[in-house]
C-alpha cells in the first residue's frame, strides 16, 4: 500500500491491520466499504467518492525482526514508536489499559465503532488462531423493519422459512428494503410466521425499488403490514442493516411509521 509505505519511511514491516471506509461524521461504515470491495482498478470517482484508510492494529515484524514472541503491550508500544499514522490514509486506533469494558462499549456506540477488541497484555501473536486472549465483543442494537416478504431455505420454492425481507419508508414515503434477516427462529416460530405471512401474500414485490436478485430467490411477497423487531451490527447510510437477527413481532407499531 502506497500511503503505508511512505509512513513506514523505507523500513520493512509487517503489521495486522484493515482496511475501512468512513462516512461524513468520520465513523467506519461497512455499506461504504462494500463499494470499493473487488474492485481491481477503481475509478477515479470511485477513489474520491469513497476514500479508504488503513487501520494499524498491530505489528509482527521490523526490518526482519520477528515481534510476534513479545507480550502485546510491547508491540504496542514498537507500533506507536514506528509513527506510521499519517492522519488520513493510515491511521493507528487508540490502545486503552485502565478502562471497564463496559465503559468501552459505551463509548465504542457515541464514535459509531461497531465493537471492541480486548486483548490480554501479556498475549503473543498467534497467526491463523482464535485465542482466548483476544475477546471480540460487537455491540448489537436494536430496531423495527417492516415484512415485505420472506425467502424459503435453500431458495427451494416451498421450502420452510429462511430469511424475512425488511423494509423501512425513507423521506419521500418509498419503501426501502433494509436487509435479509435469517437467524434468531426457533422451528416453531419459523412455522408460525410463514402461516401468517402467507394469509396476507401479494404477487408483487411492495418495495419502491427493486431488491438485489440474490437475496429474492424463491421470494414469497406480503403486504408490508407486519413489524419485526431485529438486532444488527450496523445500519449504512443507505439503510441497510449489517448481521439482522429476528428478535419478535411488533404488534404495538403502525407499519407505516417503520422509518429508515
Not at 18 to 43: I, K, S, W, Y
Not at 56 to 82: A, K, Q, S, T, W
Request: aromatic share 6%.
Amino acid at each position: 500500500m502506497e500511503a503505508l509505505g511512505a509512513t513506514a519511511a523505507g523500513r520493512s514491516l509487517l503489521v495486522d491491520g484493515e482496511l475501512v471506509a468512513l462516512n461524513t461524521a468520520g465513523q467506519p461504515d461497512f455499506g461504504l466499504l462494500q463499494r470499493r470491495m473487488h474492485v481491481a482498478r477503481p475509478a477515479a470517482a470511485l477513489l474520491r467518492s469513497v476514500p479508504v484508510a488503513y487501520f494499524v492494529f498491530d505489528v509482527l515484524d521490523v526490518d526482519g525482526e520477528p515481534m510476534r514472541h513479545l507480550p502485546y503491550l510491547e508491540r504496542r508500544r514498537i507500533l506507536d514508536g514506528l509513527d506510521l499514522a499519517d492522519g488520513t490514509r493510515v491511521q493507528v486506533p487508540p490502545n486503552m489499559t485502565g478502562v471497564d469494558g463496559a465503559t468501552l462499549m459505551v463509548i465504542a456506540a457515541e464514535h459509531g465503532i461497531e465493537g471492541i477488541v480486548a486483548k490480554r497484555a501479556d498475549s503473543i501473536y498467534r497467526p491463523g488462531v482464535r485465542s482466548k486472549s483476544w475477546v471480540k465483543t460487537p455491540i448489537r442494537m436494536n430496531r423495527d423493519g417492516v415484512i415485505c416478504g420472506w425467502v424459503p431455505t435453500g431458495g427451494r420454492a416451498g421450502g420452510p422459512l429462511g430469511a424475512l425481507l425488511l423494509g423501512a419508508y425513507d423521506d419521500s414515503g418509498g419503501l426501502v428494503y433494509i436487509g435479509s434477516a435469517g437467524t434468531g427462529f426457533t422451528d416453531r416460530v419459523r412455522r408460525e410466521l410463514r402461516r401468517n405471512l402467507n394469509e396476507i401474500a401479494r404477487r408483487d414485490s411492495p418495495f419502491t425499488v427493486p431488491v438485489p436478485r440474490a437475496d429474492t430467490v424463491g421470494a414469497t411477497w406480503v403486504d408490508p403490514a407486519i413489524v419485526a423487531i431485529v438486532e444488527y451490527r450496523e445500519q449504512s447510510a443507505s439503510g441497510r442493516l449489517r448481521h439482522p437477527s429476528f428478535k419478535g413481532i411488533r404488534n404495538d407499531v403502525d407499519s407505516t411509521r417503520v422509518l429508515i
